[in-house]
């Protein structure tokens, strides 16, 4: 069979339709990642022991566990919770939720990366534990880990086909629906991944740059 | 732990099959990784970029993509892979992707120097690379490899949607039978943990071996 070139024109409009539900996902999710994973991340350091410890039973369950059955389950068990979410809001929920974890893991490698000093050097200016952290630690400890947090930003992106699964038109799934209706895979489901490889290279490449800039940045 | 009572035993054939699948797809990761990454390091321009073409696009594209790639795509080229091969060729060879990037980083981490005192030794190319690179390489290469793993664990989950009877797909089954959602997922991915744990443990045993009897 060969590739149809037409037909390939003709599906791109939906497919471009579909791709803005799946950037959005990715950048609904990454939001919530970040928020929650600093949170995650700062509990994780906290001095209360039960805390410090739940935290990290959550985040090593959540990331030993498949994205996939994370959706599935937010997805069946939120309604019975009373939280009536659509599939959409749901799987933003569990990209970010699962983002969130390893995102966390990032911050704290920032964290770990402030010398001591700095802790030292807050507390003998009495600043509480509050604005040492806000102002202080936060401030040093993220631009260096920006590109990390660059990275898990590409990996949700390629992840957000999961969210097919749930009923939600992203990118894979309209691709799939054109070739269930015109009984081509090929070419839709062809497009669909060389969207994935352009916009994820590009990414990639901007991540890059941006950290080169960060090293400059870092060295002046 | 009613619900494990409950649902564990159903859920147990599912759990066999994941395992299975990702055990399959390992094997092939290994191959694929080896294979790759070595390639990457070729003195052949040809086998380099074919190499990093395989890389880029295993991990430019979404795990789920290609495998609907393989099994929607491919019987329009005469291809028909089985629902289970293309789920076990598609996990192996995508982290096989991420594995190749794991090969070449700690082959390229291997200090200059042994490469100087194999040739000085008169090794042939081959010999210094089973006999001084690889075991070096391997070492660096654990950590990384046991993460993978536990990422193709992970998206061993995703075959359940190319309809294979594996845990993820157990559960669909048994929540259309119970409508007993909540349980069974929570279970469900208990057992994913427990599988998770399973692999960080034997990857800390095997670093721990390797480290001994490695010199120095």
Sequence with gaps: ?220 | MNAINNFGPPLLGGLAVTIGITLAAAVLAVVAALGGGLARLSYYRVVRWTAAVYVEVFRGTSTLVQLFWFYFVLPFFGINLSALAAGILVLGLNTGAYGAEVVRGAIVAVPRGQYDAAAALNMSRLQTLYRIVLPQAALAMLPPAGNLMIELLKNSALVSLITITELTFTAQLLRSETLRSAEIFAVVLLFYFLVALCITGAFRLAEGKLKKSAPG
């Design chain 1, 1 to 220: 069979m060969i590739f149809d070139w037409q037909f390939a024109w003709d599906t791109l409009p939906k497919l471009m339709a579909a791709l803005k539900v799946t950037v959005a996902a990715t950048v609904l999710g990454m939001a919530v990642a970040l928020a929650l994973g600093l949170a995650l991340a700062l509990a994780r350091r906290s001095r209360l022991q039960w805390l410090s410890w739940s935290t990290a039973g959550f985040i090593e369950f959540v990331r030993s566990t498949p994205l996939l059955v994370q959706i599935y389950f937010l997805f069946y068990i939120l309604p019975g919770l009373g939280i009536e979410l659509s599939a959409f809001a749901t799987g933003v929920v569990a990209l970010g939720l699962h983002y969130a974890a390893y995102c966390s893991e990032v911050y704290r490698a920032g964290f770990d990366g402030i010398p001591r000093g700095q802790w030292e050097a807050a507390s003998a200016l009495n600043l509480s534990r509050y604005h040492t952290i806000g102002r202080i630690i936060i401030p040093q400890a993220i631009p260096p880990v920006v590109p990390a947090l660059g990275n898990y930003l590409v990996a949700m992106f390629k992840d957000t086909p999961m969210l097919s699964a749930i009923t939600v038109l992203e990118l894979l799934q309209t691709g799939k629906v054109v070739g269930a209706e015109t009984f081509r895979y090929l070419e839709p489901l062809t497009l669909v991944g060389a969207l994935f490889l352009v916009l994820s290279l590009i990414s990639a490449a901007g991540i890059r740059g941006l950290e080169r800039r960060l090293q400059k940045w870092v060295a002046q």
